[in-house]
C-alpha cells in the first residue's frame, strides 16, 4: 500500500469551479450548516475575489481537493478574524479539522493576530467539543443565524 499524501495550501480565485464542485456534490443534510455564502459557481468566485486580506486553504489529498479553511473578516475591517472549515464527509473524522486549526493558530501567530473567531451551529456537538478542547471560549450567540460565537487568545 502507497501512502496518500496530505497538503493543505493556500487556494485562490483559480480553485473556485474546484471547491464549488466539491461543496455542491455534498449532500444538502451533511452541509446544512455550513453557510458562509452559497456553493454555487458564481458565489464561490465572488467570496474568493472579494479576498485581499482573507485567505482560504484546500486540504488535499493525493492531489485531490477534499475540504478547505477560511481565515475571513480582515477584508471587512474586523480586526479578529473568523475560522471556518468545511471537510468533505467521506474525509471528516480523520483529523482534518484539527490539523486546520493548528495551521490556523500557527498563520495567526506568524501574523501577530491575538485572537480567532468562529460560529458553530449549537447541534454540532463534535465541532463544538473540538473547539473547546483547543481552548475557544462561548461568548454569545450570532442573532442573525443562531449559531454559537467562540473566541480564542492566541499568545
Not at 473568523?82 to 464527509?89: D, F, L
Not at 458553530?120 to 454559537?148: M, Q, S, T, W
Request: proline share 3%; aromatic share 12%.
Amino acid at each position: 500500500m502507497n501512502p496518500l499524501s496530505l497538503e493543505i495550501k493556500r487556494i485562490n480565485i483559480s480553485q473556485s469551479g474546484e471547491l464549488s464542485d466539491l461543496l455542491l456534490n455534498s449532500s444538502k443534510e451533511y452541509s446544512q450548516h455550513f453557510i458562509p455564502f452559497e456553493f454555487d459557481l458564481d458565489s464561490v468566485t465572488t467570496a474568493m475575489s472579494r479576498a485581499k486580506r482573507d485567505m482560504f486553504y484546500g486540504i488535499y489529498i493525493d492531489n485531490a481537493l477534499v475540504g478547505f479553511y477560511m481565515l475571513r473578516g480582515w477584508d471587512a475591517g474586523y480586526e479578529i478574524p473568523s475560522y471556518g472549515v468545511w471537510i468533505a464527509e467521506n474525509y471528516s473524522s480523520k483529523g482534518l479539522s484539527k490539523l486546520t486549526l493548528h495551521h490556523a493558530i500557527s498563520i495567526c501567530r506568524i501574523n501577530e493576530i491575538n485572537k480567532l473567531m468562529l460560529k458553530v451551529h449549537p447541534k454540532n456537538l463534535v465541532a463544538k467539543k473540538i473547539y473547546e478542547d483547543f481552548g475557544f471560549v462561548y461568548e454569545g450567540i450570532d442573532p442573525r443565524i443562531g449559531h454559537l460565537i467562540y473566541f480564542k487568545d492566541i499568545k
